[in-house]
């Protein structure tokens, strides 16, 4: 990693030499104008390294953030139950008064392996899927 911080420095010299003078005078550090370089333009490098002078790599990456803010990331959590395209699953597995399935299924241990309408209508799934991810989350 360090090899890749001093390549990305000197190209950001090579880029700005005025990058160069505040690594000589001692202003900014190898390691911070690394982190500064995919960032620096024409318009602003001299701004952004009077900003960064003197100052720590958490005071520089504190700089980039607020002044490089990242797009919000699009939610992309949805219920498990609308993938499926069903209600609620078997209710009488859960203590109700029936199966959510149009077949209206017989087999009413948790599974629904032997219901036509409970495959069709994805309550089969959704449940494996529940399975899977339970296992997962409880390693």
Do not use: Q
């Amino acid at each position: 990693m360090l090899l890749v911080r001093h390549i990305a420095a000197a190209r950001a010299c090579r880029r700005f030499p005025a990058a160069l003078e505040y690594v000589r005078a001692g202003r900014v550090h190898l390691t911070g104008l690394a982190l500064l370089s995919n960032r620096l333009t024409e318009a602003n490098h001299v701004e952004l390294l009077d900003a960064a002078a003197g100052r720590s790599k958490a005071d520089i990456e504190l700089l980039i953030r607020t002044r490089f803010p990242r797009p919000d990331v699009p939610e992309s959590i949805r219920p498990v139950l609308a993938l499926a395209g069903v209600g609620a699953g078997c209710a009488d597995a859960e203590g109700g008064a029936g199966c959510a399935c149009d077949a209206g299924c017989a087999s009413h241990d948790g599974s629904h392996a032997g219901c036509a309408g409970c495959a069709a209508s994805g309550v089969v799934e959704w449940r494996r899927c529940l399975r899977i991810g339970f296992m997962w989350s409880s390693r």
